[in-house]
């Protein structure tokens, strides 16, 4: 039951000391041994899926925990028989047809109830011709999707020079972690039919996959489209010619590309679960036995990635997780202790903690250890000479990430570690390894410098709409929030041309989109953040705008909450279940003007502080972070804990500033 432990007339500040010194006891209460925080990121049914058929696919069947996996799965079908992306979101023909081939590999019967209800809806949406290109081939892998209607990978792409308009570099980090093994796939083509599912018939709207298939040209003849398409024919025609050298060397350069990505300071590729199991796949085709010791370290990173339970923090067990039993099979896309931890120490420093705490010191050190002193693939990309940067799971050293290194300085710069000058030198290398990362149009993206080049989201393969990695707006703005603790401001070139990627980028109504969280509330409450921070006049026009677009989303209960379907349909933005996130990230963004006792701030606060458990925390159903729009997306329950925190601690040094 909620604490309510407000006036009348607004929040005491009686109770937001104790707000904020009860949910810094619980995030202590949760603080790993090692100093750090790793809490969990539930995601939909699909990585579950996924799971399954990878294992029945190498024969390994009999690892799998197949009762508690069918439960998962069938308690978040919908009641029209399909499943969603997301918490009260509509069905989708992936996580639909996913969710339906895998209970029918685990056994159960096509003419059960769940399984009626799920063909009728994956039907209903098209069957499977309506999936993307990323889940036809992986149906191809049991035969289930013939492979002549999917798009060509040639493994060639490897031997292509930096300066060829297309290369690997030329695309995300995450791309180019799936398609260089899911090339090494589409040369082998390892089909292996499961017994259990020899055919997905069923979910064809012609009953059959014997029909075309293949990805339909577009009607306007001179377009991006139709070049690929035809592209894609003339490399199948060269394909089916006689295999010679250019093959062979190519498949020898993608087998040391993934080796080298998998075995040197990894844990399995990119350290995220899609591409940790095309290398699997990929490693098999190759000829890599089980029993092979580079086969066995991607393996046990893999599995890793699932729990019954056992292996996650205290609050998992003890108070269980909104969305899953604390005994619940679950699995992870991937692991996230660094940008929970540098979030973590962030809030708590921001309250005014004494920064000798031994925990805090603790969380310094580790993060400290946690910096990537090798140039990974961002090299490519960027001349900066030095290596440093973190990335956002445990080990990750190809590919350390712009957002987690500027959350990383926020958070550690307000810390005491043990080894103060080598903290300092390590955070100003790490803005300058920022400052070099800045993307042409002024902004920051997520892994790489400037991939943005439009015209490749017409390839065949690129529409899983993830292909590049262009600047956002949300990751500029805790840039120059950044920038600005380390001592730049609007005089600086960097900060100047930040600023005015934010100016572009901003919306007519005054929001700016939010990339990697939901949605135009986290784009907006950051990009005020950076202005603020930089010395920005919050007066101009177009930052009052945000101010009035912000205030105009506030729920009648006080907070703030946005829909993921915002990044479906954006006439929709604004709207939602408040959720203790998303009202941190509008407070911090509205507390940028000052005046706490604005009454959007009063309500606001109240709102955290009336929701607040028991044991210190914030609890919601609802899924607040950004995989990829409008494929898959992420519950941080960290979230709901360190955003809260640093805004009361940023609302109680405004208010208390106000009273003297």
Not at 519 to 527: E, L, P, R
Request: charged share 25%; net charge negative.
């Amino acid at each position: 039951m909620a604490d309510t432990v407000t006036s009348s007339t607004g929040p005491s500040l009686e109770g937001v000391d104790q707000s904020i010194e009860r949910i810094k006891d619980f995030l202590f209460s949760i603080q790993e041994k090692g100093g750090y925080w790793n809490c969990e990121l539930p995601i939909d049914i699909t990585v579950a899926c996924d799971y399954v058929l990878y294992h029945y696919w190498a024969r390994l069947e009999d690892k799998l925990p197949k009762e508690k996996i069918i439960a998962h799965i069938k308690k978040r079908q919908n009641e029209d028989g399909g499943w969603s992306q997301f918490q009260d979101g509509p069905s989708e023909i992936g996580a639909t047809v996913k969710g339906y081939y895998a209970l029918k590999m685990m056994g159960e019967s096509p003419n059960a109830e769940i399984m009626t209800k799920a063909r009728d809806k994956a039907l209903d949406l098209g069957g499977i011709p309506a999936l993307c290109t990323w889940y036809k081939l992986t149906l191809a892998l049991i035969g289930c999707f013939p492979w002549k209607d999917c798009p060509l990978i040639p493994v060639e792409v490897m031997l292509l020079p930096r300066w060829s308009p297309f290369n690997i570099y030329r695309v995300s980090s995450w791309t180019r972690n799936m398609l260089v093994p899911l090339a090494v796939i589409n040369h082998y083509k390892p089909t292996r039919i499961i017994e259990s599912c020899p055919d997905l018939n069923e979910l064809y709207p012609g009953g059959s996959m014997e029909s075309d298939l293949g990805l339909k040209w577009s009607e306007k003849t001179f377009s991006w489209k139709n070049f690929f398409l035809a592209c894609d024919k003339t490399f199948r025609f060269v394909n089916n010619l006689p295999q010679g050298l250019f093959r062979k060397r190519a498949l020898k350069a993608a087998e040391g590309w993934i080796n080298d990505r998998v075995t040197h300071g990894s844990d399995g590729m990119g350290a995220i679960f899609p591409a940790m199991m095309n290398v699997l796949l990929a490693l098999e085709c190759f000829g890599y036995e089980k029993d092979h010791w580079i086969f066995e370290k991607n393996y046990k990173h893999f599995v890793d990635l699932t729990t019954d339970g056992d292996c996650w923090p205290t609050y998992g067990k003890t108070q269980g997780n909104t969305t899953d039993g604390p005994d619940e099979w679950r699995i992870a896309p991937c692991f996230s202790p660094t940008w929970d931890t540098a979030i973590a120490t962030m809030a708590i420093a921001e309250s005014g903690h004494d920064p000798e705490d031994p925990r805090l010191q603790a969380a310094a050190d580790w993060l400290l250890d946690r910096e990537i002193t090798f140039r990974g693939d961002w090299k490519e990309n960027c001349e900066f000479t030095e290596a440093t940067g973190w990335a956002f799971e445990f080990n990750n050293d190809f590919y350390p990430d712009v957002d987690d290194t500027f959350q990383v300085v926020l958070g550690l710069k307000p810390l005491l570690a043990t080894n103060t000058k080598s903290q300092e030198q390590t955070l100003d290398r790490a803005i300058r390894w920022c400052r070099a990362m800045q993307c042409k149009e002024g902004g920051f993206a997520a892994f790489d410098k400037d991939i943005n080049d439009a015209w490749l989201e017409e390839i065949p393969f690129a529409d899983h709409n993830a292909i590049l990695d262009p600047p956002c707006s949300d990751i500029t703005g805790r840039a120059l929030e950044t920038l600005a603790l380390m001592g730049y401001g609007l005089e600086d070139d960097v900060v100047d041309r930040a600023v005015q990627f934010l100016k572009d980028t901003q919306l007519e109504d005054g929001s700016w989109f939010g990339r990697w969280g939901v949605n135009y509330i986290y784009g907006t409450g950051h990009a005020l953040r950076g202005l603020h921070a930089v010395g920005a006049d919050m007066s101009q026009g177009y930052i009052q705008r945000a101010r009035n677009w912000l205030e105009n989303c506030q729920n009648e209960d006080g907070g703030w909450g946005e829909s993921i379907w915002t990044y479906h349909d954006e006439t929709t933005k604004g709207e939602g279940e408040s959720t203790p996130s998303q009202t941190a990230w509008a407070l911090l963004g509205l507390l940028t003007f000052g005046n706490p006792n604005r009454p959007s701030i009063q309500r606001g606060v109240n709102y955290l502080l009336n929701n607040q458990k028991e044991d210190g925390s914030w609890r919601t159903r609802l899924f607040t972070g950004t995989g990829f729009p409008r494929i898959y997306y992420l519950k941080y329950d960290s979230y709901e804990w360190s955003w809260p925190l640093y805004a009361l601690s940023k609302y109680r040094q405004l208010a208390k500033t106000g009273e003297e």
